[in-house]
Every structure is written in structure tokens, then in C-alpha cells.
């Protein structure tokens, strides 16, 4: 009932940047939570950063300062601009958008199919 896609990943040099997009569709009422998560091989999934509905952050301590999380409210869309990249970055991005469904009284919880990140060295 919700459909998620991501665009925007790549490879890209140690330094370099990338932004990432996510635009969710279907049957929504209302988005409050969005965010970016990622896992690397062998890893278990981690969350990146998050961005609440009024525009509060969160972000993982590994990306402080280089990754910024911005929502476009309007277009239910969520970026993750990324900077400064590093070869640990490398990983598969997956966005997560929570809310309601129409009718609001039915919760979603979605997840995006995941966009490769790879920075080389």
C-alpha cells in the first residue's frame, strides 16, 4: 500500500559526494518518521540518520558533521546528502518512511529496496 524509491547511489572516490532520494507513494494519510539506514557485507543493518515530521535529527556518531537528512513534506520525500565520503560508507542504503495509512487508523512502517553506495579509495 506504500511503495518506496530510492535513487542516487553510485560509486564515487574517498572524498567524494552523493545524495540520495526517496519518494514514497500509495495510500498515504500521513508521514512522520523517514530515515536512512545501511548495511555492509557481513554487517547488521545500522541506522544512518532520521528526520522527524517538524524536521528534528538524528545521526549516527560515524557520520556527524558529513551527512545531512532533509524531508521535503510536500513531495513525501526524504535526502541524505552525503559528503566527504569514506571508504567505510560503503554499503547498501535502504530508507524507512512511518505514518498512516488513509482512513488514520491503520500504521505503516515501509522500507525502501536499497541503493549501493560504494566509495573507493
Known amino acids: 500500500q506504500v511503495h518506496l524509491v530510492e535513487s542516487g547511489g553510485g560509486l564515487v572516490q574517498a572524498g567524494g559526494s552523493l545524495r540520495l532520494s526517496c519518494v514514497a507513494s500509495g495510500s498515504i494519510f500521513s508521514i512522520n518518521g523517514m530515515g536512512w539506514y545501511r548495511q555492509a557485507p557481513g554487517k547488521q543493518r545500522e541506522l544512518v540518520a532520521a528526520?522527524?515530521?517538524?524536521?528534528?535529527?538524528n545521526y549516527a556518531d560515524s557520520v556527524k558533521g558529513r551527512f545531512t537528512i532533509s524531508r521535503d513534506n510536500a513531495k513525501n520525500t526524504v535526502y541524505l546528502q552525503m559528503n566527504s565520503l569514506k571508504p567505510e560508507d560503503t554499503a547498501v542504503y535502504y530508507c524507512?518512511?512511518?505514518?498512516?495509512?488513509?482512513?488514520?487508523?491503520?500504521?505503516?512502517?515501509?522500507w525502501g529496496q536499497g541503493t549501493q553506495v560504494t566509495v573507493s579509495s
Open positions: 524507512n518512511v512511518e505514518g498512516f495509512l488513509l482512513g488514520r487508523t491503520t500504521s505503516f512502517s515501509s
Open positions: 528526520i522527524t515530521r517538524g524536521g528534528s535529527t
